[in-house]
C-alpha cells in the first residue's frame, strides 16, 4: 500500500502526492494528524495539521479520493490556539477585549494614567481604574490641583478689615483701632489711663473721649476752669433738608465740644436743645440734665428729621423755655442768665414770620441771640455747564440753543455778588457734549460784561448728544481744580442748562456721587415747555435744586439770586 498526503499551500490549494516508506494496512484509512506549533502564545493565533491517507498503490491520487469516498479537505485544516487574555480579558471574534486600563494583543499592556504627571503644585498622582485620582498639597483644589484655594471668599475680616489671599492662609490688614488675626479685637484706647484729673475714659475705635468732672475740660481734663455765674443756654439747631444731615451732625458736634467747656448742674450752666425743620422739637429742656456725662449722651442721641426750614417755630420754643428759665431760681438763689444761639444757613421758608418771632424774642430780652458770629459771605465758586444738545420738542420753544444762552445770561445779570475778590462769587463757564469745552475759568475774573460777551460768543455743534455722565466727570477731574482758579474754602455749585437729553447711562450714578461727595450742589435748569422734570430731579442734588425756565420772560430764576450767598458761622472758635 501507499499512503496518499496532500499539503495545503497557501488558501488551501492542494497537491496530492503518493508517499513511500510508510506502510499502510487498512485501504481508505486515515493516519494520525500531524501538527504544527501555534503561531501566538496568546490572544488567539492559528495553527495546522496534515494527515496521510492510506491508499491502494496502483490507483492514481484522484482515483483513490474516489475509490475511498474521500475529499480533499479532509488532508488538512487550520485551527485557533492560544485563545488566553490577560488581566480579565475575553476573547472574542478572534480578539481579546480588554478592560479599560489595559491594551495589547493579550491585554497585557497596562495604560499609565500618571505618566505625564498630570497633579500639578506639588499634587501627588494614583493611578485609577482607567483614570487617575490627585492628592493636593494643602491650598490647593481643583482634579489636577490647578486652583488655588482663596481663604478670603468666606470673609474672614471682620470691622473694615482688608483679605489678602495667600497660599494655604490669607493676612488680615486691619483698619485703625483693630487687632487680632481677623481684626476682630477693638483696641482699648483707654488702657493707658489717658484721662487726668479723676476723667473718665470712652473707648471709642481708634480713638477715646474723656469725660472730665466737674472744674476741668480740655482733651485729657487736663485744664480746670474757673467757676462762672449761673447761665441757661438754648440751641436752635437746623435739621431741615437744606442743612443735609451731615452738616447737622457738624452741629451736633459743635454743641458737644461747646458744653465739654462748661459746668453743667443746678448752680452752674444748664443747656436746652430745640431742633427744627418742618416743626420745632424740644429734644431736652433746661433741667432734663445736671451734669456733663448725661447731657454729652443725650446729645449724640438726637437724630436728623429733615423737613422745610421753619425758623419761626422754633422761635416760638426757645421763648417759651426763656420763659421758664425765669420764673425759677437756682438752688443757690441766683436767677440764671439766659442765652439763645441759632444754629442756621439762613435758608428760612417763612421769612417775614421768622423775623416777626425773633423781634419777640428779642422783646423777652434774653442775654443773647446771635448766629454763632456769624457775617453774610458769597465765597462760593459755580460752574456754569451749557448742554450743546438741543432737544428737538424744545427746539422751537424759547429759540432751541439761543434759549440755553439766554438763560445763562439773565443767571450772571442775577449775581449781584460777582467779582475778583476773595469774598466774591468766582465763574467758570463751560459747555458740553461727549465732550467739556471751557471757555471761563475762575482765575480768569471777568467781568459781568466780559462773561456776557462770551456767552453770546458760544457756538452750537449740530448732531451732538448730552452726555451729563462726560460732564460730571470734567468737575470730578478738572472742575474746582486749585491750578483752574478753584478756592479750598469757597462753597461749590455746578449750574447745568439744558433743553432736556437722553437717558441717563450706567456711569452716571458712579460719577455724581462722586460729584456730591465733593460737597458740590448741582443745580439743573431745564429751558423749555416740554421739559421731563423727572429727568432734571436724577440729575440735580436735591428736588429744591431744579429750575423750569419755559420763556425768557419767566422769572423762575429769580429763586437762585441768593442761593450763591450765605451766612459763613464760625463753629470752630472754641477747640
Same mark, same amino acid.
Given at each position: #500500500? =501507499? #499512503? ?49 491517507? +492510506?491508499? /491502494? ?14 475529499? %480533499? ?16 480579558g475575553s476573547y472574542f471574534s478572534g480578539t481579546c477585549q480588554c478592560l479599560p486600563e489595559y491594551d495589547g494583543r493579550c491585554c497585557l499592556k497596562q495604560f499609565d494614567e500618571c505618566?505625564? $504627571?498630570?497633579? @500639578?503644585?506639588?499634587?501627588? !498622582? ?49 483698619? /485703625? ?5 481677623? +481684626? ?10 489717658? !484721662? ?11 480713638? %477715646?473721649? +474723656? ?21 441757661? #443756654? ?32 443746678? =448752680?452752674?450752666?444748664? &443747656? ?6 418742618s416743626e420745632a422739637i424740644i429734644e431736652f429742656d433746661l433741667t432734663t440734665h445736671n451734669n456733663n456725662i448725661s447731657l454729652n449722651k443725650a446729645i449724640q442721641n438726637i437724630k ?24 425759677? *431760681?437756682?438752688?443757690?438763689?441766683? @436767677?440764671?442768665?439766659?442765652?439763645? %444761639?441759632?444754629?442756621?444757613?439762613? #435758608? ?22 446771635a448766629a454763632i458770629e456769624c457775617t453774610r459771605s458769597a465765597l462760593s465758586d459755580v460752574i456754569l455747564m451749557i448742554d450743546e444738545y438741543v432737544n428737538t420738542s424744545n427746539a422751537?420753544?424759547? =429759540? ?58 458760544? /457756538? ?30 469757597? *462753597? ?6 439744558? $433743553? ?22 448741582? &443745580? ?52
Open positions: #500500500m =501507499n #499512503m496518499l498526503v496532500l499539503v495545503g499551500l497557501f488558501f488551501c490549494v492542494f497537491i496530492a502526492i503518493v508517499l513511500s516508506g510508510h506502510p499502510c494496512s487498512n485501504r481508505c484509512e486515515w493516519l494520525p494528524w500531524e501538527e504544527t506549533s501555534c503561531s501566538v502564545t496568546c490572544g488567539g493565533g492559528t495553527s495546522f495539521r496534515t494527515r496521510e491517507l +492510506c491508499c /491502494p498503490s496502483e490507483l492514481k491520487v484522484d482515483d483513490c479520493i474516489k475509490y475511498c469516498s474521500k475529499s %480533499f479537505s479532509g488532508f488538512s485544516d487550520f485551527g485557533t490556539c492560544n485563545e488566553l487574555c490577560y488581566n480579565g505618566g505625564s $504627571n498630570p497633579c @500639578l503644585n506639588g499634587g501627588a !498622582c494614583r493611578q485609577g481604574s482607567n483614570r487617575f485620582d490627585c492628592t493636593c498639597l494643602p491650598g490647593y483644589i481643583g482634579t489636577r490641583c490647578e486652583q488655588e484655594t482663596n481663604e478670603c471668599l468666606s470673609s474672614p475680616c471682620v470691622n473694615g478689615g482688608i483679605c489678602t489671599d495667600l497660599v494655604n492662609e490669607y493676612i488680615c490688614s486691619c483698619v /485703625p483701632g483693630y487687632v487680632g488675626v481677623n +481684626c476682630e479685637i477693638d483696641y482699648n484706647e483707654c488702657a493707658s489711663n489717658p !484721662c487726668q484729673n479723676g476723667g473718665t475714659c470712652e473707648d471709642r475705635v481708634n480713638f %477715646f473721649r +474723656c469725660i472730665c468732672p466737674s472744674g476741668f475740660y480740655e482733651d485729657l481734663c487736663e485744664i480746670g476752669i474757673c467757676h462762672p455765674q449761673p447761665a441757661d #443756654m438754648i440751641f436752635l439747631l437746623d435739621s431741615s433738608v437744606s442743612q443735609t444731615e451731615l452738616n447737622f451732625m457738624k452741629q451736633l458736634e459743635y454743641v458737644s465740644n461747646f458744653t465739654d467747656h462748661v459746668l453743667i448742674g443746678p =448752680n452752674d450752666t444748664q &443747656i436746652s436743645v430745640i431742633t427744627f425743620s436728623f428729621n429733615p423737613g422745610i426750614t421753619r425758623t419761626d417755630k422754633a422761635l416760638q420754643k426757645a421763648k417759651e423755655v426763656a420763659v421758664s428759665s425765669r420764673q425759677r *431760681r437756682r438752688p443757690n438763689g441766683k @436767677l440764671a442768665r439766659v442765652f439763645v %444761639f441759632v444754629i442756621t444757613d439762613g #435758608m428760612s421758608t417763612y421769612r417775614e414770620k421768622t423775623k416777626q418771632e425773633a423781634i419777640n424774642l428779642k422783646k423777652f430780652s434774653p442775654e443773647g441771640i422751537e420753544t424759547f =429759540n432751541g440753543f439761543s434759549g440755553l444762552l439766554d438763560s445763562a445770561s439773565k443767571l450772571i445779570q442775577l449775581m449781584d455778588t460777582l467779582g475778583s475778590e476773595d469774598n466774591d462769587t468766582h465763574i467758570s463757564l463751560t459747555s458740553f457734549s461727549n465732550t467739556v469745552r471751557t471757555y471761563v475759568n475762575f482765575s480768569d475774573h471777568l467781568s459781568r460784561g466780559e462773561l456776557l460777551l462770551t456767552i453770546s460768543k458760544i /457756538p452750537h455743534t449740530e448732531d451732538v448728544i448730552s452726555n451729563i455722565s462726560a460732564a460730571l466727570h470734567y468737575i470730578n477731574i478738572d472742575g474746582f481744580q486749585m491750578a483752574y482758579g478753584g478756592r479750598l474754602g469757597a *462753597r461749590k455749585f455746578v449750574v447745568i442748562l439744558t $433743553n432736556g437729553g437722553y437717558s441717563l447711562d450706567a456711569v452716571f450714578d458712579l460719577e455724581r456721587k462722586k460729584v456730591l461727595e465733593k460737597g458740590v450742589k448741582i &443745580i439743573v435748569v431745564g429751558v423749555g415747555s416740554n421739559i421731563d422734570v423727572d429727568y432734571l430731579q436724577n440729575i440735580a442734588s436735591s428736588p429744591y435744586h431744579v429750575i423750569v425756565q419755559t420763556h425768557e420772560f419767566n422769572n423762575n430764576l429769580d429763586v437762585l439770586k441768593g442761593e450763591f450767598v450765605y451766612d459763613a458761622c464760625d463753629l470752630d472758635f472754641i477747640n
